[in-house]
């Protein structure tokens, strides 16, 4: 079956509103693919957003049931070559045997990773046939989602694929730069580790507080850097002045028991370029 299939201009969104001459949504649909393999309706939609372009797979069952996936362009590609390994795999099976299949139903499995998500092939065989499951998985805990097509509507998913690839490319988006290298910074027995990444979200840095035995870690995404950075620049301001105000009140408190000041020769108090604004120390003049 020839998959029906829609372009969407670059000012129209997802739901076909023109906002041209308004502010643009957060995420564009430029095309989109509907197959119908069996019972079931799929539909690829190639998708934009500021972190860059990826097809959202999505299953809806006879009875109305809707299962999605994710996958970025680059993953899609690799998706779509995984379809010819397991379209070749099937096409040399024999007719199905119940005697023959393994206790869990898998006949050939693979894995994709990109970033934080994983991707679990499995081609299975149950009582209602063969079908390759497609599981999205994101590590650290999070939901797990799949979809399920059947055996053989493998090739015809593929080449629906490749069509959208061709047109859009496998190309992420995002950063394509080479990224700054890590540092490092020693504080008594401490030390911090700065060290820029980029995955899915786009460009962040990580900084991990490191002990003998204690190892924390913070992560700042690179739209609020500037902010970070004023925040403690800030900071590091007020505290340089709080401590220029405390020497130079040390230096010219009044004497205990008395009304004047401290005796000996006058020590003027720190200017402000004698002050180290990023570690807000002052010289000890006393």
């Avoid at 015809?156 to 992420?172: I, V, Y």
Wanted: charged share 25%; with cysteine; net charge neutral.
């Amino acid at each position: 079956m020839e998959p029906d299939m829609e372009y969407h201009g670059q000012g129209m969104d997802a739901g076909g509103n023109n906002f041209d001459s308004g502010q643009q949504p957060q995420e564009q649909e430029l095309a989109t693919k509907m197959l119908q393999i069996q019972s079931k309706r799929f539909y690829l939609d190639v998708k934009q957003n500021r972190r860059g372009r990826f097809i959202k797979v999505a299953e809806i069952g006879a009875d109305g049931r809707r299962s999605q996936i994710f996958l970025a362009m680059s993953t899609a590609a690799e998706f779509r070559d995984h379809l010819s390994s397991f379209s070749d795999f099937y096409s040399s099976l024999g007719p199905p045997n119940p005697d023959n299949v393994p206790d869990d139903g898998k006949l050939k499995s693979e894995m994709m990773l990109k970033d934080n998500r994983r991707y679990y092939l499995d081609l299975k065989e149950n009582s209602r046939g063969r079908f390759l499951r497609v599981s999205q998985t994101i590590t650290r805990g999070g939901p797990r989602s799949q979809i399920a097509l059947p055996a053989q509507g493998m090739i015809e998913f593929r080449d629906a694929l490749t069509d959208l690839l061709d047109d859009f490319g496998t190309d992420d988006g995002g950063f394509k730069g080479e990224l700054p290298e890590g540092r490092h910074l020693r504080v008594d027995n401490k030390n911090f580790y700065f060290d820029i990444g980029q995955n899915n979200r786009g460009i962040y840095m990580k900084v991990s507080e490191v002990k003998s035995n204690f190892r924390t870690a913070i992560t700042v995404p690179e739209k609020c850097w500037t902010r970070f950075r004023d925040i403690l620049a800030d900071y590091c301001d007020k505290m340089c002045r709080a401590h220029q105000q405390n020497a130079e009140n040390h230096q010219s408190g009044p004497i205990p028991g008395g009304s004047g000041v401290r005796g000996g020769p006058s020590q003027p108090a720190p200017s402000s370029s004698d002050i180290d604004t990023f570690s807000c120390n002052v010289p000890n003049r006393i």
